[in-house]
């Protein structure tokens, strides 16, 4: 059983189930339990893979997308989980009334939260790591919640069970323009997961060639596509 844990990277198309889907590719071979959720960060992951280790078997394999450590799921029997992404340390991005009423309602303790416990924040992507490498399951991990240098120092633990990417799936999706502009963050993105076709094939021979344990790894393509192929600007693209 291979178990997916992550973001919108991971999670099931929400615009265009026509297209290509890498979960489906990798599930031609093998068996895959997709727990990911669009919007999310480690704050939501890491207690959700350990609320499903006891299921986790040791031949198993796991595999999951640490993102942006500032998505905090705060508490709320009303707000989807995938929605808190909006609400940051400057305010709520979002239009939505529901989700509006919620922060204003909740603004001070939601600003004490982010200041009290900001070192801790900054370390949940680390804190994942680690906990993630001490299972002793084979396990890939890519990664857009680090620093390239501390990304790079975590890779030297690479080894035949763990396999800590050198790509950033944010980067790979933006490099595919041929010109990227980040106000396109408030666009719709028409590509699955945020990523071509193309991509989606070269992820999962990736996969595949890692949990073969074998040494060369495709490249992901790159600056190929033209904005108005696949954006739309009414819309959060990373949702």
């Known amino acids: 059983m291979i178990w997916l844990f992550g973001d919108s990277f991971f999670d099931l198309p929400s615009y265009e189930t026509s297209l290509i889907y890498w979960v489906d590719l990798l599930s031609e071979k093998a068996n895959t339990y997709n727990l990911a959720k669009g919007g999310t960060g480690p704050h939501y992951m890491l207690p959700l893979i350990e609320s499903e280790?006891?299921?986790?078997?040791?031949?198993?394999?796991?595999?999951?997308?640490?993102?942006?450590?500032?998505?905090?799921?705060?508490?709320?029997?009303?707000?989807?989980?995938?929605?808190?992404?909006?609400?940051?340390?400057?305010?709520?991005?979002?239009n939505n009334k529901v989700l509006l009423e919620y922060y204003e309602n909740n603004k001070n303790s939601i600003n004490f939260s982010f200041e009290t416990f900001e070192k801790l924040i900054d370390e949940l992507p680390q804190y994942t790591l680690s906990f993630l490498y001490s299972l002793n399951i084979k396990t890939i991990v890519f990664s857009s919640g680090l620093?390239?240098?501390?990304?790079?120092?975590?890779?030297?633990?690479?080894?035949?069970?763990f396999h800590l990417s050198g790509n950033d799936l944010f980067d790979v999706s933006s490099n595919e323009f041929t010109e990227f502009n980040r106000d396109w963050f408030n666009a719709l993105d028409l590509r699955n997961n945020h990523l071509s076709e193309e991509n989606h094939y070269i992820l999962v021979e990736y996969i595949n060639n890692v949990l073969s344990n074998k040494k060369t790894l495709p490249k992901f393509k790159d600056k190929f596509i033209n904005k108005d192929e696949v954006i739309q600007t009414e819309k959060f693209v990373y949702e």
């Open 53 to 94: 280790l006891h299921k986790i078997k040791k031949d198993d394999v796991i595999i999951c997308h640490i993102s942006d450590k500032w998505r905090i799921t705060f508490p709320s029997e009303i707000i989807p989980k995938d929605q808190m992404m909006q609400i940051t340390r400057k305010g709520c991005n979002s």
């Open 147 to 161: 620093k390239a240098e501390t990304r790079e120092r975590f890779r030297l633990l690479n080894n035949d069970i």
